[in-house]
């Protein structure tokens, strides 16, 4: 980055200082593992013109768009690097992508000439567009109906590449979600369609160049629908969906190119991205094309691609559920005590009690993002489900009371970020993101059923029906929605073991219950010892030995005594729910 150009931090104080310059914003939203980024800062931004007329004409603003997504959704394009023109007040002019210098130089210049002659125009029409969609008023909540799984399904399949696998017919990125609602349909509905979309995507992603099967893990992205040209950067949230979506498949069909995938990309994370210190992982992984085209001999001789050592809550919530359904199914117990060891470094270094932080890179910074919150309750589920601590529910209830009392929307739903006064323009504004909602009520209906709080339960619906008459507009995007949706009038099956946590007998019980592949289901250890209050609350009797409840949501289903007992009952419940569902 050329030291001519004075970049600042986005905070208040700055957009003050431009409004007593006079001076638009220049807003700079990069990533660091985009090619794109680095490209546009080493040249078009050395250009000398181009300095100048920043210098000169506007106030320089630098933001790392995943450590402030905050700012990225108010400002960015949905791709990088961002270049974003703002008013003082911190409202958008416009914005755009990679530009070479002769194009900046120009639209620097428009812009500078446009703040001086018409900046009353802009600031009255920007607050005229504010008024508008301020009149819209307060939307009602639909009613969720259980066709809505329908339309999604029928979405997902519209858009699915039958040729290729994936979705769409130009760039194709994975879509995990997608292919985990998918799977969802076939296993629950034995839907052939979407037997498909499963198979096929997941065949053709392995057997391409997306696929790194050298070091394990999958790119971000192909340019090109057939998987074969890929963009070389690896993000740990991503592969992380992708680990689970290898891992479920591989319980439904079986295939062990399924399973090496999956064993692949739990290798890239524990070798490469995971710091053996902390026990935390990485963001992501740079897009070095010389290194990663290059065969094992070659690389061993070269450096590693960089990677950016940010701890995000998000993604290491998600590597954290990945690996305990990857130490589950795959039997690999040391996997669970490092996704344990993970989980620990989250709730001591970005969980104060309080407050969930986004990020960690040696001290925690932004606070009550929805998304952090909404992840870290999930993996305090799932671990408590795949350890046995009933405990790890404590600070999942308390994270989720501090959202509905602090973030929780008028009309339904959750904001994406606290109420801050200080903030100015659009970041005095809060979204609500459909796909930041899901997970979270997703992990309050699973959260209510293993701390037998149905309030959760409530929040979750009200959630959900805040956008029942919107979602048709964002397609397979919405696939997380969906799987909620479908959760709600698919009650899970929840298998309650009861006895001493310790006992041999217990462990090979939820060994079984957790290592075949039934949609919805929730598994929860209560030890008489340690856990009274979720006992009584179960209603569930003590015997002499250890025992599996099993109930659809809260009607009784019978009791198993043996892990083959326990899986004769689930294969049973199983096979009467699917033909219920045809």
């Given at each position: 980055?050329?030291?001519?150009?004075?970049?600042?931090?986005?905070?208040?104080?700055?957009?003050?200082?431009?409004?007593?310059?006079?001076?638009?914003?220049?807003?700079?939203?990069?990533?660091?593992?985009?090619?794109?980024?680095?490209e546009l800062q080493a040249t078009t931004l050395?250009?000398?013109?181009?300095?100048?007329?920043?210098?000169?004409?506007?106030?320089?603003?630098?933001?790392?768009?995943?450590?402030?997504?905050?700012?990225?959704?108010?400002?960015?394009?949905?791709?990088?690097?961002?270049?974003?023109?703002?008013?003082?007040?911190?409202?958008?002019?416009?914005?755009?992508?990679?530009?070479?210098?002769?194009?900046?130089?120009?639209?620097?210049?428009?812009?500078?000439?446009?703040?001086?002659?018409?900046?009353?125009?802009?600031?009255?029409?920007?607050?005229?567009?504010?008024?508008?969609?301020?009149?819209?008023?307060?939307?009602a909540r639909g009613r969720l109906r259980r066709?809505?799984?329908?339309?999604?399904?029928?979405?997902?399949?519209?858009?699915?590449?039958?040729?290729?696998?994936?979705?769409?017919?130009?760039?194709?990125?994975?879509?995990?979600?997608?292919?985990?609602?998918?799977?969802?349909?076939?296993?629950?509905?034995?839907?052939?369609?979407?037997?498909?979309?499963?198979?096929?995507?997941?065949?053709?992603?392995?057997?391409?160049?997306?696929?790194?099967?050298?070091?394990?893990?999958?790119?971000?992205?192909?340019?090109?629908?057939?998987?074969?040209?890929?963009?070389?950067?690896?993000?740990?949230?991503?592969?992380?969906?992708?680990?689970?979506?290898?891992?479920?498949?591989?319980?439904?069909?079986?295939?062990?190119?399924?399973?090496?995938?999956?064993?692949?990309?739990?290798?890239?994370?524990?070798?490469?991205?995971?710091?053996?210190?902390?026990?935390?992982?990485?963001?992501?992984?740079?897009?070095?094309?010389?290194?990663?085209?290059?065969?094992?001999?070659?690389?061993?001789?070269?450096?590693?691609?960089?990677?950016?050592?940010?701890?995000?809550?998000?993604?290491?919530?998600?590597?954290?559920?990945?690996?305990?359904?990857?130490?589950?199914?795959?039997?690999?117990?040391?996997?669970?005590?490092?996704?344990?060891?993970?989980?620990?470094?989250?709730?001591?270094?970005?969980?104060?009690?309080?407050?969930?932080?986004?990020?960690?890179?040696?001290?925690?910074?932004?606070?009550?993002?929805?998304?952090?919150?909404?992840?870290?309750?999930?993996?305090?589920?799932?671990?408590?489900?795949?350890?046995?601590?009933?405990?790890?529910?404590?600070?999942?209830?308390?994270?989720?009371?501090?959202?509905?009392?602090?973030?929780?929307?008028?009309?339904?739903?959750?904001?994406?970020?606290?109420?801050?006064?200080?903030?100015?323009?659009?970041?005095?504004?809060?979204?609500?993101?459909?796909?930041?909602?899901?997970?979270?009520?997703?992990?309050?209906?699973?959260?209510?059923?293993?701390?037998?709080?149905?309030?959760?339960?409530?929040?979750?619906?009200?959630?959900?029906?805040?956008?029942?008459?919107?979602?048709?507009?964002?397609?397979?995007?919405?696939?997380?929605?969906?799987?909620?949706?479908?959760?709600?009038?698919?009650?899970?099956?929840?298998?309650?073991?009861?006895?001493?946590?310790?006992?041999?007998?217990?462990?090979?019980?939820?060994?079984?219950?957790?290592?075949?592949?039934?949609?919805?289901?929730?598994?929860?250890?209560?030890?008489?010892?340690?856990?009274?209050?979720?006992?009584?609350?179960?209603?569930?009797?003590?015997?002499?030995?250890?025992?599996?409840?099993?109930?659809?949501?809260?009607?009784?289903?019978?009791?198993?005594?043996?892990?083959?007992?326990?899986?004769?009952?689930?294969?049973?419940?199983?096979?009467?729910?699917?033909?219920?569902?045809?």
């Amino acid at each position: 980055m050329n030291p001519s150009i004075r970049w600042q931090h986005f905070e208040p104080a700055v957009l003050r200082a431009a409004a007593a310059a006079d001076k638009p914003v220049l807003l700079l939203l990069t990533t660091t593992w985009c090619p794109h980024s680095r490209e546009l800062q080493a040249t078009t931004l050395q250009d000398p013109e181009v300095v100048a007329l920043i210098r000169d004409h506007f106030v320089p603003v630098h933001v790392d768009a995943e450590r402030r997504p905050d700012i990225n959704q108010r400002y960015g394009t949905g791709a990088w690097p961002t270049l974003a023109w703002l008013t003082p007040e911190g409202e958008l002019i416009a914005h755009t992508n990679f530009l070479g210098a002769i194009e900046l130089r120009q639209r620097l210049d428009r812009v500078r000439t446009m703040w001086k002659e018409k900046q009353k125009d802009i600031r009255t029409g920007l607050r005229d567009l504010w008024a508008q969609q301020g009149e819209r008023g307060t939307p009602a909540r639909g009613r969720l109906r259980r066709e809505m799984v329908d339309d999604i399904t029928d979405a997902i399949y519209e858009k699915f590449d039958h040729r290729h696998g994936g979705f769409g017919d130009g760039i194709k990125f994975a879509h995990p979600e997608a292919i985990d609602f998918a799977l969802v349909q076939v296993m629950k509905r034995d839907d052939e369609r979407m037997r498909e979309v499963v198979t096929l995507t997941l065949d053709r992603m392995l057997e391409s160049p997306l696929h790194d099967p050298i070091d394990g893990g999958f790119f971000r992205f192909s340019r090109t629908p057939d998987w074969h040209t890929p963009v070389h950067e690896k993000l740990l949230e991503q592969n992380a969906l992708v680990l689970r979506a290898y891992l479920e498949a591989f319980q439904v069909f079986g295939k062990p190119a399924y399973r090496a995938a999956a064993e692949g990309i739990v290798r890239w994370m524990t070798t490469t991205m995971r710091d053996p210190q902390t026990g935390a992982f990485a963001g992501s992984q740079h897009g070095d094309d010389d290194y990663f085209v290059a065969d094992a001999t070659e690389r061993r001789r070269r450096a590693r691609p960089a990677l950016d050592r940010t701890v995000y809550c998000h993604g290491n919530a998600l590597a954290v559920s990945g690996l305990l359904k990857a130490a589950a199914v795959l039997a690999r117990p040391e996997w669970r005590e490092l996704a344990v060891g993970t989980l620990r470094f989250l709730l001591d270094n970005l969980h104060d009690g309080q407050d969930v932080y986004h990020y960690w890179d040696g001290t925690y910074h932004l606070p009550g993002m929805l998304t952090a919150q909404a992840h870290l309750i999930r993996a305090l589920i799932d671990a408590s489900q795949n350890t046995g601590d009933a405990d790890l529910l404590l600070p999942a209830e308390a994270i989720a009371e501090r959202a509905i009392a602090r973030q929780k929307a008028p009309n339904g739903g959750f904001f994406d970020i606290r109420h801050d006064p200080s903030q100015q323009g659009s970041m005095r504004r809060r979204n609500r993101s459909i796909l930041d909602n899901a997970t979270m009520a997703e992990s309050l209906v699973r959260l209510s059923w293993l701390s037998r709080r149905p309030e959760f339960h409530t929040e979750a619906l009200q959630t959900l029906e805040a956008f029942a008459d919107d979602y048709k507009e964002y397609g397979y995007y919405v696939a997380g929605y969906g799987r909620v949706v479908d959760l709600i009038f698919y009650e899970p099956l929840v298998l309650t073991i009861v006895g001493d946590r310790n006992d041999p007998a217990l462990l090979e019980l939820r060994r079984t219950a957790l290592s075949t592949y039934v949609p919805s289901r929730i598994v929860q250890t209560l030890d008489p010892r340690h856990d009274p209050i979720l006992l009584q609350r179960s209603g569930l009797e003590v015997q002499p030995r250890p025992v599996v409840y099993l109930t659809i949501g809260r009607e009784p289903r019978g009791m198993a005594k043996d892990p083959q007992e326990l899986l004769t009952a689930i294969d049973s419940i199983e096979r009467e729910r699917r033909g219920s569902q045809r």
